[in-house]
């Protein structure tokens, strides 16, 4: 199903108007809001909307459009209340990777740019570079990835340098089994290890508690029958793993 985004977008957005804003001089409109005047497509299977939970109950949905390749382009963040809070714009190269992800808050009725992520890609076609950019302010890196000869990704570093901030991914029978949140000093601050279901999907990942004397899950995953993602469940290890929130998915 395509929806035209100018008619749809103003039937989602539940706001409300305020003074004599009609008055005040316009501001030069970021080119990358093209894409609300554009084609939307909600094609069946794909993530439709996710909503999150934590300790109090729901607390906002986000919203998901795609354009005709299948790609999401555009995320639309609610509150509760569904009042809009902002959106995710997120534009893809010629080879469909996502190279830039632009993130607007909903302010006095307009869309106002806070931030950008552009992504660099290596010759395999593994993103390797994220750098981060803000109005006023200028580029800085962010993020550096690192692939084993399979491709799958062994670490994520803050930054560019090796004893950077990172999480480290160690793998089994071409999987990742374990999970390590290693901070600036090298110190291992967090272990997770991944449990799979008997079809592959992951189940959980699993960590010690405090005092590590004992080991549960921090993270439990649900899928439907389908094999979609439709749950991922969340317990504080630092807390006796009490439950501290979710987030569910919802599908076209």
């Not at 909903?106 to 806070?114: I, L, P, Q």
């Not at 960590?207 to 080991?215: A, F, L, Q, V």
Request: hydrophobic residues 30%; charged residues 30%; negative net charge.
């Amino acid at each position: 199903m395509k929806n035209l985004i100018f008619i749809f977008v103003y039937i989602l957005f539940l706001v409300s108007c305020k003074g004599d804003e009609e008055n005040l001089p316009e501001e030069p409109r970021h080119e990358a809001l093209s894409v609300l005047d554009g084609d939307l497509f909600t094609p069946e299977g794909k993530i439709k909307a996710s909503r999150t939970s934590h300790l109090t109950p729901l607390t906002g949905y986000t919203y998901r459009f795609y354009d005709a390749h299948g790609n999401n382009i555009l995320r639309v963040k609610m509150s509760r209340k569904e009042d809009t809070l902002g959106i995710t714009i997120l534009e893809y190269d010629e080879l469909n990777r996502k190279v830039k992800n632009l993130f607007f808050t909903y302010e006095s009725g307009d869309f106002v740019w806070k931030t950008s992520m552009k992504s660099i890609f290596s010759e395999n076609g593994l993103r390797e570079d994220v750098f981060i950019s803000a109005p006023n302010e200028t580029e800085e890196y962010r993020y550096s990835y690192f692939y084993n000869e399979d491709g799958g990704m062994t670490e994520w570093r803050f930054g560019r340098e090796e004893n950077s901030e990172k999480y480290v991914y160690f793998y089994e029978n071409g999987r990742i089994n374990e999970e390590q949140w290693v901070l600036e000093d090298s110190h291992i601050f967090e272990r997770y290890f991944y449990r799979y279901r008997d079809d592959g999907l992951l189940a959980a990942k699993e960590t010690h508690g405090t005092g590590r004397n004992i080991i549960d899950d921090a993270t439990q995953y649900e899928y439907n029958e389908l094999g979609q993602l439709i749950q991922v469940r969340n317990y504080d290890q630092h807390w006796g793993f009490a439950y501290s929130g979710m987030t569910e998915y919802i599908y076209y």
